[in-house]
């Protein structure tokens, strides 16, 4: 079975300021999905960025790119330029590649602080 | 607006009373799934379908049970809730075909019970 790892189970940083939160997976697959997912405190689930595992290039949206490494089964958040509004849960997720797959593999979360 | 929805937002109640917890899509997916979210945990799966009449469990349907007789419904129940069952849950849905598809997750459920 699959499974993912958030080892950081909170993070603090400066406003404007850049940072890296880290997610590790386990899976035997060679297709599969990786997600990262905002939780605010409105506990909204909301999907940050999404990476194909045949892609080798690492998917950005604005602010939030991610550093796929997939031999190493990591799959770290970068945010840029930090933002009060970028407090909150982050969960990074798996997914496998099989078709009709739909189930998500979540890790256990990362609470990000924005310190102004 | 495309969405998901769940009723009730937030619920407290007493060991051994049957509840239900309605989820509800417009979208016309296909998919439908139930997640529960403990701290430290993450979100586990706990039942999903993957169109009518087609339901199986996920990885922790204990105390748990659903139904999909409509598309756009999917609720859950706990037939005879414990306090382990405390949490928050979430219903999310998607089109079952495709490769690039996102699941869309209702606002979620707060469940506590005494």
């Known amino acids: 079975a699959q499974t993912v790892t958030q080892s950081q189970p909170e993070m603090s940083v400066q406003e404007a300021e850049t940072v890296t939160l880290s997610c590790t997976y386990d899976?035997?697959?060679?297709?599969?999905?990786l997600f990262w997912y905002k939780q605010p405190p409105s506990r909204q689930m909301i999907l940050v960025i999404r990476q194909e595992a045949y892609k080798q290039q690492n998917a950005t949206e604005n602010r939030f790119s991610v550093n796929f490494q997939k031999a190493a089964k990591s799959f770290s958040l970068k945010i840029s330029d930090s933002q009060l509004g970028d407090a909150a849960m982050y969960f990074c997720?798996?997914?496998?590649?099989?078709?009709?797959?739909?189930?998500?593999?979540f890790g256990q979360g990362t609470r990000l602080t924005i310190n102004p | 607006e495309a969405q998901v929805t769940q009723n009730p937002r937030y619920l407290i109640t007493v060991t051994g009373k049957k509840l239900t917890v309605t989820c509800s899509q417009n979208?016309?997916?296909?998919?439908m799934s139930w997640y529960r979210q403990d701290p430290g945990l993450g979100l586990r799966q706990i039942y999903y379908?993957?169109?009518?009449?087609?339901?199986d469990k996920g990885d922790v349907p204990e105390g748990y049970k659903v139904s999909r007789k409509e598309k756009r419904n999917f609720p859950l129940i706990l037939e005879s809730p414990s306090p382990n069952q405390t949490s928050l849950y979430f219903c999310?849905?998607?089109?079952?075909?495709?490769?690039?598809?996102?699941?869309?997750f209702g606002p979620g459920t707060r469940l506590t019970v005494t």
């Open positions: 899976t035997s697959e060679s297709d599969y999905y």
């Open positions: 379908s993957m169109n009518v009449e087609v339901t």
């Open positions: 999310a849905s998607s089109l079952r075909t495709g490769q690039t598809y996102e699941q869309y």
């Open positions: 997720a798996y997914r496998s590649g099989e078709w009709g797959a739909q189930k998500l593999v």
């Open positions: 979208m016309n997916h296909e998919y």
